[in-house]
Structures are given as structure tokens and as C-alpha cells.
């Protein structure tokens, strides 16, 4: 334990992180280069299409791995919300705010993929199935995170209320899915199912895999390029990121 | 510990005298959520039978939104004139005096919409024998609105024109309230058991009494700070 708060405090350090971020992000963004090409070549072009649903159905190699992405993104930054208001270490706010941003995106993504895979298999846009519906308020919460970092102008203060709220948002999300639920049921709509998992056929889940994977390695390239490009914007009038820069001063 | 008593109730007096003075507040958020009843029933239709089955979220939302727009006033006066400041600096524990600040502020401003439910009700056709579980979903489910609200609040505190962001910030929050609370009463409207929900919302009741005050506290100390 004190090793691993050693290690937060010292690759926290604005200097260390810097280097630190500069050695991984090229890693982490190759290796989602070479998982993302794999897996989108895998999904299009080698397994055969669904027997059901057509060819349409290739689009859940994006939709599933994103709406994966809209949930983990959250935890990943919910843990790095109570480091930095425990702790008090300020690079996880900053790591806070970058994930806040990429998670928005990935809940896009699902839900507008959602629509279009919607579209010609259920026949509608958009439809209160208890899943959309939480993944919607799963974006207004993340839009609710950004709103507030960039309303409080004292960037530190910001960034320590955002984190606050991600740990609202994290109580409240499984709440918010348990009473969509409720009400969907008691409404009686007709459940609409989405493709499970499990029962999807093996031939065609490798690709799914790693997509999932080049998510996740996106994800950490993307939250380390955000955050060191914050780093520098703030600590920019720093001995060391002067030094960084080429400020000869 | 035996001095939180008489710190709670001391809070309590003397945000309720300042409550007291400005009695017109009081009158505001019941003319919004008339207003909001009005143009809901202008909006779709006149028709008795359609406006009953819409009224207990018609009437839901109306209180949700009214609610909404009061949640800014819980701490706007006292970060005004610097009492909040002095609240934190004070050696008695911050979410004690939050507690009070939003017990008062559900009496003045919330309370009096749930007592005009039956108003309401009216307004909308909605059949005598669903009168009982949607007083008592909004009895529990309101104060719950403010616990949340409250805690938001804290976080836009020193924000000058926090009204938009609070919204955005607080209604996702309110998702399940508004879910358990207006469902209970279709529940009830459709012969199918209504207490479950509000169950729920009485355990969500009991966890916020117990936790809002602490969260609010920590949001205060993170935006004056």
C-alpha cells in the first residue's frame, strides 16, 4: 500500500508525468492502431454475416465495444474522482476531467450507433427501452461533469467539484438503470432485446474482442495525451516545462 | 454531541424567521407550478378523461420543476452576504447547519406544494382514490428532491449564473425520484400494488437524510475553498 502511494506521488509529480505520459501514450495508441485495424478488417470483411439480422448487424463491433467503453470510462474515473479528492493528488483531477470527455464521446457513439443499427432492424430511431434509456442519462450525466468543470473558472477548484459530482454520478447510475427498469416494466412495453452476449455465435465474436481491446487501449493513449496537454497548459509557467518548450530565458 | 440539538434547532429558528420575512417568496413556486399545470393542459387537451391519465406526471414534473427553480435560493442569500463563509469558519459541524438550512427550505418552499396537491388533482381530473398514493409519493418523495438538490447546489454555489448548469446538473439525479415517484401512482392507477415503490423511495429517503448534509458540507468546503 505505501509502495503504491509512493508511486501515485512521485509519477503524479506534474514534471514525472510528463515524461511518464510521453513514454506510454505512443505505446497505448499502437497498440490500439494494430487492435482497431485487426478488428474492424475482422468484423467487416472475414466473419459471415448474422443469419438473421444481415449485414447490418457488423455495426455492434463499434456499438458494443462503446457502450462497454460509456460504463468502464466512468468507473475508471469515479476511482481517479476519489483519489483526487482524498488524496488531494492533482494530476488524477486532471485525469478526471480527460476521462469525463473521452467517456462523453464513447456514450455518443453508442447511442447514435444504436440508432442506426436501430433503424432497419427495429424499425425505429429511437425507442424507451430501459438500456437507451439510462445510457441517455448516462450522457447528461457526463455532460453535467464537463458543464460544471468549465463553468467554476478557478481550474483547480473546477476540476475538484467535477470530481465530486463523477462520485454523485457513480452512486446514481446504477440507481438510474434500476428504477428505468422498474418503470419500463410496469409500463409493459414490449421488451425489445438486443443481441445477448453469450449468445451470440463464436465465429463471430473474436472480432468483437478486439475491438473491445483497441477501446481500451484508445482509451488509455487518449486520457494520457488529454491529460499532458492540461499538465502543460497549467504548470506552463513552470521552470520545467519552460525548459520543455526550448525557453532558452 | 449533546450541543447538536440546540445548534440544529437554533439554525432552524433563525432560517425560518428569515423565511418568515419574505413571506411573498413563499407564493411563487405554487403560481409556477399552477402555471406549469395550465400550460400543460393548453398544450395537449381539455379533454377530462385524457388529463386524468396524464396527471400524476403532469403534476410530478410540475412540482419537479418548480422545486428545480427554488434550489439556487437554498444557500444564494447566505453566500451573498458572506454567512455561508462564516458557517464554514464556525467550530460547529458544517452539516449540521446544512441539514437545517435544507429542512427550512423544504418547508417554505416544497411543503406548501405538496399540501396544494389535492389543487392540483383537481385542476387535472385525476380520480379521487389516486389522491392518497401520489400525496404520499410526493410526502416522500420531495424531500428527497431537496436532499439531492441541495447537494448540487452546493457545487454551483459560487457560480454567478448557476440557473441553467443546476438544472442540467440536478434532473439526471432526479430520474429515479421522478420514476419511483409518478410510477407508483400509474401503479396505483392500474390495480397493481403502489407500495413497492415508494418502499424505495423511503429507503433513498433514509439514505439522503443521512448522507446529504455530509455530501453538501464537503461540496460547500470544495467551492468556497
Redesign the interface.
Known sequence: MKALILWFNTTGSPPNFERFAARWIPVWFALAFVCLVAGTIGGLFMVPADAKQGEIFRIIYIHVPAAWMSLFVFIVMAIQAFIALVWRIKICELLTIASAHIGLIFTAITLITGSIWGKPTWGTWWTWDPRLTSEL?LL??Y??II??YN??EDRR?AA??AA??VL??II?VP??H???H??NT??QGETIRLVGESKMAGELMWPLIVMALATKFWFLGSVLKRTRAMNLEHEANKEWAKKLAGDKE | MSAILPLFMAQCRRDLRLSLRRRGDVAQPILFAIMVITLFTLATSAEPKKLAELAPGIIWVAILLSSLLSLDSIYRSDFDDGSLEQMLMSPAPLSVLLGARILVHWVSTVLPLAILTPLFAQMLFLPTDLLIPLMVSLAIGTPLISLVGAVIAALTVGIRHSGMLLALLALPLYVPVLVFGAGSVVAASQGLPWLGAISLLGAGLVVAIVLAPVAAASAIKISLT
Open positions: 442519462v447528461f450525466i455532460l453535467g458543464g460544471l463553468a467554476i477548484s475538484r467539484a465530486f459530482l454523485v454520478g446514481n440507481i438510474v434500476f428504477s428505468v422498474w418503470w410496469l409500463h
